[in-house]
């Protein structure tokens, strides 16, 4: 009997590996797309004016850095204009924007709602309603974190995808600090997997995105049509782009040029930022997912798009999960087979199975960093020695969203806590300079 249901359990496991492999043959597409080269788009044929937006409470230590690489654009500098949002105007940021040219402190006159989110909608109803977008003639809104920084060619080549009738773009995200650790290393490569690895190819052929954080911009008519920014949900860049995909809204993916962040270095920090990430997927799925199937159903437009993201990650999940399960139910049968003194083969191939399922996993995602890595060498600054690390320590991190996973289903409550930045204020060309250093390092 016992080593029937040892038959019965790898017949099982069999089978559901065999429907993920068959459900998932999209996303090998996708993967593959990642090794063509970036689509070139066609030069704009006129400038247009852009608003950028960059919420800033109490971001005075890193503002900076990115009004500097804001100011090295190669983009005229009239066509377009900065507005840093502060809750008070005892905040040191509003002395920092006033030595920059076409760079406005806004202060927000409502606190109730202490969000991103909250922060934008004030903004746009301010610019909307005052007029100054009218009369500014803004045709495109750009979101950034106040530690982000831009190459700069950023607004040069996001010009080139509004000119072509995008709704949405995106460009590359990179990180400021890919060597202060395998937790921040391991973060910033999420980015990287979620652009390379799925935009690239998502954009080409469904002409929609998964806006990941900020550098993107969306276009003024949608903003109008919203009279504001009503994402609130606490992942307001999925539910942006649900929201697109549903209303089939263009999405364009620039890898031509980058914006960099920087990613937590504490694993405690990161836990806590990867609980809202997926809480807030969670509030996009429950406000989404029933409408995008629907859309699916009737609609004729974007049918693909609006079938992925309703499905959301259940098709890597349905693996993910069976593995987990099945290595959990081998470990529980090693264990019983020795209380039940069932014959000594037996129970040692229940803890042989466990053993393999969990190595079996950790090496699907080890190599698969290290893909990543070798696909990304180009764009990434990282030395050997924290690749090294990285390799080794990301199955580990991609693990812990299982955990992750379950305390934000019970948890009811999830609340934005502040990320400790280390205030680098890199421009582009200190970026550069590290990039050439770390080279001579590992030479």
Request: proline share 3%; net charge positive.
């Amino acid at each position: 009997m016992y080593e029937q249901i040892l038959d019965i359990l790898n017949w099982i496991i069999i089978a559901l590996l065999i429907v993920s492999a068959i459900i998932l043959i999209y996303k090998i597409f996708y993967h593959l797309y990642a090794l063509m080269p970036a689509i070139k788009f066609p030069e704009a044929k006129k400038q247009h004016k852009f608003a950028i937006l960059i919420p800033a409470r109490n971001e005075s230590a890193v503002i900076e850095g990115l009004l500097l690489s804001l100011k090295e654009q190669d983009y005229p500098k009239e066509m377009f204009d900065t507005y840093v949002i502060v809750e008070s105007n005892d905040d040191p940021t509003v002395k920092i924007c006033e030595k920059y040219e076409n760079v406005y402190s806004f202060v927000r006159p409502d606190l109730k709602v202490k969000s991103k989110g909250g922060a934008l909608d004030h903004v746009l109803k301010y610019l909307i309603n005052s007029g100054i977008a009218e009369q500014k003639q803004y045709e495109a809104y750009f979101i950034f974190d106040a530690d982000n920084t831009i190459k700069s060619n950023f607004l040069t080549e996001m010009n080139k995808t509004f000119d072509a009738g995008y709704d949405i773009a995106l460009s590359y995200r990179n990180s400021k600090n890919w060597n202060d650790g395998w937790v921040a290393s391991c973060s910033a490569l999420t980015f990287s997997m979620l652009n390379t690895f799925q935009n690239k190819c998502r954009a080409r052929f469904t002409k929609n995105v998964l806006v990941s954080g900020t550098g993107f911009y969306i276009s003024a008519k949608v903003i109008n049509q919203l009279k504001g920014w009503p994402f609130q949900t606490l992942t307001e860049d999925v539910e942006i782009s649900n929201y697109a995909v549903l209303n089939n809204l263009k999405g364009a993916y620039n890898e031509n040029t980058e914006f960099f962040d920087e990613q937590p270095v504490s694993l405690k920090i990161s836990w806590n930022q990867r609980i809202r990430w997926v809480k807030g997927n969670m509030q996009v799925k429950k406000k989404y997912s029933k409408q995008l199937m629907e859309s699916f159903l009737i609609s004729k437009e974007n049918r693909l798009g609006k079938l992925e993201f309703a499905v959301n990650v259940i098709p890597i999940a349905i693996p993910l999960i069976s593995i987990i399960i099945y290595s959990l139910t081998m470990l529980i049968m090693g264990i019983v087979g020795v209380c039940i003194n069932v014959e000594t083969y037996l129970w040692q191939m229940a803890f042989i199975n466990f053993g393999g399922a969990i190595f079996g996993i950790y090496l699907f995602f080890a190599c698969y960093t290290l893909i990543m890595l070798l696909i990304e060498r180009k764009h990434i600054n990282i030395t050997l020695k924290n690749a090294i690390k990285t390799v080794i320590m990301n199955p580990f991190f991609m693990g812990l969203y299982l955990p992750i996973f379950v305390c934000a289903l019970f948890k009811k409550e999830v609340k934005w806590k502040p990320i400790e930045r280390k205030c680098t204020n890199l421009t582009e060309k200190e970026n550069n300079n590290n990039n050439e250093t770390n080279n001579k390092n590992e030479k």
